[in-house]
């Protein structure tokens, strides 16, 4: 473990992340690198099960264990699960690397590695750079974007 790395910095990164993109962070199941990627594992799975036009509200009536993720409910599942997936690289970056931003290249080597891979990853995040960009100009746009108009992520 890096010298720079303090308990809890995962936590701290990956909802910061995930509230500069708009988007609710219930409690518990991405309080550390294992359960959020356990979480988003699930998520993947069950999303790949429903199809990309599912909301989050069905991901979690199809699912046990999900329910804290009520708080997103109304939110479009490929948005919220790409959000996810990318706040956990993010975060997993930034607290090995003392703080630092990941490339996008990292990413595609962190799904890889955690079999978090979808149809339409690269389309996903391509589209989408804000998940990875702290300075992105519209990211705070991203989770009305995923609330208002979910099926503007046909492409994942």
């Known amino acids: 473990m890096s010298q720079c790395y303090?308990?809890?910095d995962f936590k701290k990164y990956f909802d910061e992340n995930m509230q500069e993109l708009g988007l609710p962070v219930p409690s518990t199941l991405f309080d550390t690198y294992q359960t959020a990627v356990s979480t988003a594992t699930t998520?993947?799975?069950?999303?790949?099960?429903?199809?990309?036009?599912?909301?989050?509200?069905?991901?979690?009536?199809?699912?046990?264990?999900?329910?804290?993720?009520?708080?997103?409910?109304?939110?479009g599942a490929a948005g919220y699960t790409g959000a996810v997936i990318g706040s956990i690289a993010v975060a997993s970056g930034?607290?090995?690397?003392?703080?630092?931003?990941?490339?996008?290249?990292?990413?595609f080597v962190?799904?890889?590695?955690?079999?978090?891979?979808?149809?339409?990853?690269?389309?996903?995040?391509?589209?989408?750079?804000?998940?990875?960009?702290?300075n992105h100009p519209f990211r705070n746009s991203f989770g009305n974007r995923a609330k208002s108009s979910p099926s503007s992520f046909e492409y994942a």
């Open 43 to 75: 998520l993947v799975g069950t999303l790949a099960t429903l199809g990309k036009g599912a909301t989050m509200g069905e991901l979690i009536s199809a699912t046990v264990g999900l329910e804290k993720l009520a708080v997103a409910a109304s939110i």
């Open 110 to 134: 962190f799904t890889h590695q955690n079999n978090l891979r979808f149809d339409g990853l690269a389309a996903f995040y391509t589209h989408n750079p804000q998940i990875l960009d702290k």
């Open 94 to 107: 930034r607290s090995l690397g003392c703080g630092s931003r990941i490339s996008d290249s990292d990413l």
């Open 6 to 8: 303090k308990s809890g």
